[in-house]
Every structure is written in structure tokens, then in C-alpha cells.
């Protein structure tokens, strides 16, 4: 009897373990959705999407939402406007996305400079999960969540 309760007991632990573990990614997954869904919705009003700003947007400590300027055939760029070359979208700067109440344009919302300064006909979001690290650093641990999503500027 007592080794028949042995087994049973280590069985259910791991298996209570693994439950915790997957409600854990679970409700980590539903966040970074949540928030790509909030960038998706704000983006929908020109005037946000070509400042690259989503008002009041809450984003959980450990979170980053980032974007990346893209062409027409979703190619990243660069701060000049030329296809970044190289190793693809790590090649082209991720910005941050603004999340004041009051909108202003963010870092490398537009392409290029100064009267040739154009809005990018699309962005690719990046929303990771992570856990706050020192300086304001990103944890990035097995259980964390990368969400990717290409968004067309609204017409």
C-alpha cells in the first residue's frame, strides 16, 4: 500500500507542476495577444498609426512593444528608408511604440528626414513577455511569448 501511495503521489505532483506550468504560458499568452490587440485597434485612426502611438496602452512590467518599419513587400528598413540588408528585420531599428495619453510621433515613426520624411506603408509589431531585469532590462526565460504581427497603415 505505501508504495502503490509513493507513486501515486509523485505522479500527481508532476502532474499538478505541469498544470501550473501551462496555465502560467496561458495567461502569458492572453497578455501579449491582448496587447497586440490594442496596438491593432489603435492603429486603425491614421493619425495613431502615423505617429506610431497607441494612447494609454498598458503594458505589464517585463513587456516590450516594439515596432519595425516595412516597404509594401513587408522588406524592414531603415531610418533612411533603404531595405535593410544583413541578417533581415534584426537589421532595421526597433522602436518603441509611444503609449502617452497625449500622442506625438515616436522614435523612427517616419522614413527618411526632413521634407522627403515619409510614413511607412506598413510596421511589423513585437510584443515579447519577459520578466523586468536590472536597468530596465528584459528577462527573456522558456515560458516567454514573442508575438509578431504586420499591420497595413489604414487608408
Do not use: H, K
Not at 28 to 48: D, G, K, L, Y
Not at 126 to 135: D, K, L, R, T, Y
Request: glycine share 10%; aromatic share 4%; net charge positive.
Amino acid at each position: 500500500m505505501g508504495i502503490l501511495t509513493t507513486v501515486l503521489t509523485a505522479t500527481l505532483t508532476g502532474s499538478l507542476n505541469l498544470n501550473r506550468q501551462a496555465q502560467r504560458q496561458l495567461d502569458t499568452t492572453s497578455t501579449v495577444q491582448q496587447i497586440m490587440e490594442n496596438v491593432r485597434n489603435a492603429w486603425s485612426t491614421a493619425s495613431n498609426y502615423n505617429s506610431a502611438c497607441a494612447p494609454n496602452l498598458s503594458q505589464p512590467a517585463g513587456y516590450t512593444v516594439n515596432f519595425v518599419n516595412l516597404n509594401t513587400r513587408a522588406q524592414p528598413l531603415t531610418a533612411t528608408g533603404a531595405v535593410a540588408t544583413g541578417t533581415g528585420i534584426s537589421a532595421a531599428p526597433s522602436n518603441s511604440i509611444n503609449r502617452a495619453s497625449t500622442c506625438t510621433a515616436a522614435t523612427g515613426a517616419m522614413i527618411g528626414s526632413g521634407a522627403t520624411a515619409q510614413i511607412p506603408a506598413m510596421r511589423r509589431v513585437i510584443v515579447q513577455s519577459g520578466a523586468s531585469g536590472p536597468n530596465g532590462s528584459q528577462v527573456v526565460g522558456p515560458q516567454d511569448i514573442t508575438l509578431t504581427y504586420d499591420i497595413l497603415g489604414p487608408q
